[in-house]
Each structure stands twice: as C-alpha cells, then as structure tokens.
C-alpha cells in the first residue's frame, strides 16, 4: 500500500477539535430549543421543565448539525453582519407593500402590472449566500425567486418593470458583504 503526502494532508482537523465544533452546535441547538420551548409553554412545573429539557435533548442530539453546522471561525462575524442586515431588508418589504399598494389601488392597475420573468447571474459561490439572497427576493412583496442554482443563476418573477429594474440591485451586495463574498 501507498500512502502519499497529499493523502495526509488532507486530514487537517482533529477529532477532539471535530468533537468541540460538534458539541458547540449541539449546545447552541439545545439551549435555543428548550428556551423556545419554555416561551411557548408558559409552564414551570418541575415536571414539565424535565420533559421539556429531555424533549429538546434529543431534538438538539438528531438535528444540531441542520440548524447550526459545525461552527468554523469567522461564524460570529457573519451572525452579527446578518443582524444588521435584518433591518434593512424588514424596511424593503415594509416599501415593497406600499408599492404593491398603490399597484392594487390605482385606477390604471392593469396597465401598471406588467409581469417579468428576470435572469441574472451573482458571483456568489456559497449555497448559504445564494439561499439567503433567494428567500430574501422571495419575501419582499412582488418578486418571487423561481430558481436559484449553485452556479449563482436566478429567476425572478417580478409583477411590473420598476420591481423587476431593481433586480438584483442592492440586496446583492448587501448578501454578498454579510457573507464576505466579492461580487
């Protein structure tokens, strides 16, 4: 048997550091369960805390990895970045009704709605990046993301030329700067 250097190489990781990134999503996992499961409960019975506790237990033991992937460094950054970007997006899709508002209620509405279907490509590598920046399209009013792939290709379907002009626009760069990707 052969073993090369590249083969060695290519298992940097340890398993104890493996097993730390691990453990902490599985804690954040746990602890974001059980917290949510007291809100919506209400209830603090020592009993009902104990099933509640073991409940968010075994969620967090099967699941821990879809919610909160093994943590690298760098993930704090990209958790605050999105935070700012929350508010920005929540005042587009405040704007966005508006808009779809005065769409409705004017009284030249079918000359006014004039629906797209708009492609374009994003530099965008990460599927995390390409997903956020397709929900975000999606969840203000009068666009809705038809496709998006991994090669960075979306279809947008936008109800009137304004809200399809505006594609991809600022949200792309705003994507792209919560996740550190060059546009």
């Not at 409940?55 to 909160?68: C, E, I, K, P």
């Not at 965008?124 to 809705?144: E, R, V, Y």
Request: charged content about 20%; overall charge negative; proline content about 4%.
């Amino acid at each position: 048997m052969i073993v090369s250097v590249d083969d060695v190489a290519k298992n940097d990781d340890k398993p104890i550091s493996i097993f730390l990134k691990s453990f902490f999503s599985f804690l954040i996992t746990f602890v974001l369960m059980f917290s949510a499961w007291i809100v919506l409960s209400g209830k603090f019975d020592p009993l009902l805390l104990w099933l509640g506790g073991i409940s968010s237990f075994f969620v967090a033991y099967y699941f821990y990895d879809l919610l909160f992937p093994i943590i690298e460094k760098g993930y704090g950054g990209v958790f605050l970045r999105f935070t700012g970007y929350l508010p920005w997006l929540i005042w587009e899709i405040v704007k966005a009704n508006f808009h779809l508002l005065y769409l409705a209620f004017h009284p030249r509405m079918k000359d006014l709605i004039d629906p797209h279907i708009i492609t374009f490509k994003t530099h965008l590598k990460s599927d995390i990046a390409i997903t956020t920046l397709a929900n975000s399209i999606t969840l203000t009013p009068g666009t809705i993301t038809v496709t998006a792939d991994s090669d960075g290709v979306f279809r947008v379907h936008a109800i009137d030329r304004e809200s399809a002009e505006a594609l991809p626009g600022i949200m792309l760069k705003k994507v792209a700067k919560v996740f550190g990707e060059e546009i």
